[in-house]
T-cell receptor, first 115, second 117 residues
Framework: GNSVTQMEGPVTLSEEAFLTINCTYT??????LFWYVQYPGEGLQLLLK?????DKGSNKGFEATYRKETTSFHLEKGSVQVSDSAVYFC??????????????FGSGTRLQVQP | GAGVSQSPRYKVAKRGQDVALRCDPI?????LFWYQQALGQGPEFLTY????????KSGLPSDRFFAERPEGSVSTLKIQRTQQEDSAVYLC???????????????FGEGSRLTVL
């Protein structure tokens, strides 16, 4: 079946530091890949996505590249801000074993940015 | 509405009580999903509707869990005889297209946090 593995948190950084959150996946087909973000007290929001190999998703200074050869979709940002503090979820969408397309999520990585 | 709306936001139930959680998806969205998110974990799939048809309920953890979407818009997730292990945030998500032709992006509500005492 499909699965997503992402690095455990919390990740604690100082403002303007470089961020990497690792994500690898296992899928039976050709999934689309996503990063969702959950700010305190809010629902999950799509941060960025990539639908095929070598695609780069980007939004709000965050980037992730779909690497089929390493089955990875690592999230990066060059300079984090306090407002980036949130929980980040890597996810894939594929038809899987049931023929139904749905998102499979990783366990989430909490990012804490200190001023 | 503008986004996916869920109610109640918070529900405290005594063990053995029945609860009902409501989801109002984005208008016109065909697909509707329910997910369960335990504390510190990622969301886990429960069930999926395409319009009023429940096409997949493989993630429902027991027969105490039941979901419906009778008119293809609002959905209700019902949990009978709640147990402490049912404590979690229940997320509803919708998307505008059916299975074919979409990238899989889902639009989530803020969730209903259920605490079973």
């Amino acid at each position: 079946g499909n699965s997503v593995t992402q690095m455990e948190g919390p990740v604690t950084l100082s403002e303007e530091a470089f961020l990497t959150i690792n994500c690898t996946y296992t899928a039976t087909g050709y999934p689309s890949l996503f990063w969702y973000v959950q700010y305190p007290g809010e629902g999950l929001q799509l941060l960025l996505k990539a639908t095929k190999a070598d695609d780069k998703g980007s939004n709000k200074g965050f980037e992730a590249t779909y690497r089929k050869e390493t089955t990875s979709f690592h999230l990066e940002k060059g300079s984090v801000q306090v407002s980036d503090s949130a929980v980040y979820f890597c996810a894939l969408s594929d038809y899987g074993d049931t023929g139904r397309r749905a998102l499979t999520f990783g366990s989430g990585t909490r990012l804490q940015v200190q001023p | 509405g503008a986004g996916v709306s869920q109610s109640p936001r918070y529900k405290v139930a005594k063990r053995g009580q029945d609860v009902a959680l409501r989801c109002d998806p984005i208008s016109g969205h065909v697909s509707l999903f329910w997910y369960q998110q335990a504390l510190g974990q990622g969301p886990e799939f429960l069930t999926y509707f395409q319009n009023e048809a429940q096409l997949d309920k493989s993630g429902l953890p027991s027969d105490r869990f039941f979901a419906e979407r009778p008119e293809g818009s609002v959905s209700t997730l019902k949990i009978q005889r709640t147990q402490q292990e049912d404590s979690a945030v229940y997320l509803c998500a919708s998307s505008p297209l059916g299975v074919a032709g979409d990238t899989g992006e889902l639009f989530f509500g803020e969730g209903s946090r259920l605490t079973v005492l």
